[in-house]
């Protein structure tokens, strides 16, 4: 269906939330910014942000800094080895300088097809759609139809305003990040009336059995997560290097010793920790 651009970038106009990584189009900063929103939440990722340009206001001071110290600010945000994609990245661009477009950016360590689209049209103003996970979501919605990768991608490109990418991308993401919601759609309030889907998002296709029946898929605690615990043991050693054995007694109670083995494996396989004999520490 025909969408109207106007309304939605006049809709972002007005209703934009003031976050600190639209105030500025310098490439490293919006790079740390869509690196740290990478499965977390915003309003968890702003201080976040804050402390580390503090620190690391710049590629060079990045690329400089010990893994440890990156590791020690990036701590409590989770998923550890972005901060060391984001440093090899830093390292590169330190010393060859930005890519001026998504494809050059592509090239860089650790960024995919998105991050890429989204630093090179909030930092260098290349007219290119930067496709996450609400766009995807939004998009969808709007045409009533779910499509492949290199399909959805070819839409978002044909819905991009003349010059204007910028603008559109955060004015898509915020749409489907405040109003078009994955479990609750706000209808009422969406710049876009009526759309295909208005009233009846498009539903989260199930889980499937080995048979072929739908699944319902349990709910997992975030405490009983590997995920949990590989946070619990860098935070732990933000504090400086631990005896392997006495580890234990900085985690939280309740951990068994086999999920901290699993949690030491992954992290050391990541480059997120270092074994110095019986002594353990961050790179």
Do not use: H
């Amino acid at each position: 269906m025909p969408v109207d651009r106007d309304a939605i970038l006049s809709w972002y106009g007005a209703v934009r939330r003031d976050l600190p990584w639209r105030r500025t189009r310098d490439p490293y900063r919006i790079l740390v910014s869509e690196v740290m929103l990478q499965q977390t939440q915003v309003a968890r990722v702003v201080p976040y942000y804050e402390a580390f340009l503090e620190r690391f206001p710049d590629e060079l001071a990045l690329g400089d800094a010990p893994t440890s110290e990156v590791l020690r600010l990036w701590s409590g945000l989770g998923y550890n080895r972005r901060a060391l994609a984001l440093q090899a990245c830093a390292r590169a661009v330190a010393a060859d300088g930005w890519p001026p477009d998504a494809e050059g950016l592509r090239a860089l360590p650790g960024i995919g097809p998105y991050t890429a689209a989204a630093v090179a049209s909030f930092a260098f103003g290349e007219q290119v759609a930067a496709v996450d996970t609400n766009v995807k979501r939004v998009i969808e919605r709007l045409d009533g139809r779910q499509r492949r990768p290199r399909e959805l991608a070819a839409r978002a490109a044909e819905l991009l305003p003349p010059g204007r990418a910028a603008d559109w991308n955060q004015a898509m993401m915020e749409l489907g990040a405040t109003i078009c919601t994955a479990r609750a759609a706000a209808c009422d309030a969406c710049p876009v009336a009526p759309c295909s889907s208005r009233g009846r998002p498009l539903p989260v296709a199930p889980t499937r059995r080995p048979g072929g029946a739908a699944a319902a898929r349990p709910p997992v605690r975030f405490e009983e997560t590997d995920r949990y615990v590989r946070g619990r043991v860098v935070a732990a050693l933000v504090a400086g290097p631990a005896a392997a054995a006495a580890l234990g007694e900085r985690l939280p109670d309740g951990i068994a010793a086999e999920r901290v083995e699993r949690a030491l494996a992954g992290l050391e396989r990541d480059g997120l920790l270092v074994r110095d004999g019986a002594l353990l520490r961050l790179p």
